[in-house]
C-alpha cells in the first residue's frame, strides 16, 4: 500500500490549507486514518485521526481548526486546516493502520508565517 500525500504550502497566519492523502488500496480495509507532523527539532506527533467507522480524534492544539475527513470512493483522506498558525509548521505525514501493518506517506511540508 502506497500513502501519497500532497497539499503543503507557505500560507499567511490565519490562512486555511487542505492536505490530501490518496491510498494506492481501498481505504475501507484500513481500522484508521491519520495525519501526524513533525516539526524541526521535535518529535513527530499525532494531529488528527479517523477510524474505519469514521469516528474522529484531534490534538489538542488544532481542535477547532482543523477537520479530517474521508472519501471512500476516492481512497482519499484530507485534512482541512483553518486559522493557520505560526506553531503549525511542520512535515505532515499521513498514516494508514490495517490489521497490524503499519503504512506512511513521504510527508508534504506546511511553512506558515507570521
Known amino acids: 500500500v502506497q500513502l501519497q500525500a500532497s497539499g503543503g504550502g507557505l500560507v499567511q497566519a490565519g490562512g486555511s490549507l487542505t492536505l490530501s492523502c490518496a491510498a494506492s488500496a481501498s481505504i475501507v480495509g484500513f481500522r484508521i486514518m491519520g495525519w501526524y507532523r513533525q516539526a524541526l527539532g521535535k518529535q513527530r506527533e499525532l494531529v488528527a485521526s479517523?477510524?474505519?467507522?469514521?469516528?474522529?480524534n484531534y490534538a489538542d492544539s488544532v481542535k477547532g481548526r482543523f477537520t479530517i475527513s474521508r472519501l471512500i470512493t476516492k481512497n482519499t483522506v484530507y485534512l482541512q486546516m483553518n486559522n493557520l498558525k505560526p506553531e503549525d509548521t511542520a512535515v505532515y505525514y499521513c498514516n494508514a493502520v490495517r490489521d497490524r501493518d503499519y503504512y506512511w506517506g513521504q510527508g508534504t511540508q506546511v511553512t506558515v508565517s507570521s
Open positions: 479517523i477510524t474505519g467507522y469514521g469516528n474522529t
